[in-house]
């Protein structure tokens, strides 16, 4: 509960400190987290495979496989200081409401906490800090904001399940060889009855916490260098925590964040009026031309 009280007094800073904003934004409607799936999908597509996007998908395809060539080293390494700092491996949560009834699993130790830090849940304290704080104020920005983390996080469920299933890859505390077998598109029943054995790639936790300070660094620019420091720091710690659990390889990581980014990008524009940028629709005019000597003369009209 304590991380995600400080998330929500977080959000609740970046709205009522930023800088005041005078867009005049009508708000999103609630139900176009859902209905502006489609759009906003087809937005991140065609951003992600525009010709000047070729070198960053080598920079991931590079990294990736980088970081796949060292999986095993980084993982051990990685336990050794964990163990050495006396972070646990092992995600210790308690009920929030006594032994017998919990609305929320909270965690107990470090390591736990760390791991908490990529849970769907921060995200959504998150936007309702900022839905909130947006009501409270009048002011639609810091609601859209909210609508727009709400918005992403549905868009990466859908994609990190998607992803997953089609890797099928084995997570370590399942491997059964070094850097985990992968069993592309496993059936629904075995994906359900064993997930970890199939669905360590990418990780949906960096995802989620990429896409969100990806949000509030697009939205509040003002701000911008202390929410991707901190941002920064999360997701080193998340990942930390996440190879010490054996829950994920370093190498689930580069698409995971990329694809966080990519949506985090299409979401903040889901509010925002067509692009006036592009060429505009043209058609062809044929009317009288008087003095030129010919009868008839065509011109192009923008419109």
Known sequence: MKIAIFLFLLTSTFAFCAEEKVQEEEAIPFKEIFTKIPESSKRGAKTAFRKDALPYWGVLAASTGILYYYDEKISSSVRY??????????????????PKFSLVKLPRDLGSILYYSGDGFIHIAAAGALMVTGKITNNNYHYNTG?????GLTMTGIYAQLLKRSFGRESPVEKTQDRGTWYPFPSL????????????????????????FTVLASRYTESQVPI???????????GFQMINNGVHWSSDYPLGIALGYLIG?????????????????QSWNIFPSMGNGTPMMMAMKSF
């Open 81 to 98: 200081h964990a163990h050495n700092w006396h972070v646990s491996p092992v995600y210790k949560t308690t009920n929030t409401f006594g």
């Open 147 to 151: 609508i727009m983390i709400l918005h």
């Open 189 to 212: 029943k075995h994906y359900q009855s064993n997930t970890a054995k199939y669905d360590a790639m990418p990780s949906g936790h960096m995802m989620t916490a990429t896409l969100t």
């Open 228 to 238: 991707i420091a901190v941002g920064s720091l999360w997701l080193g710690a998340l």
């Open 265 to 281: 990008r299409s979401v903040v524009q889901m509010n925002q009026p067509k692009d006036k940028t592009k060429d505009p629709e």
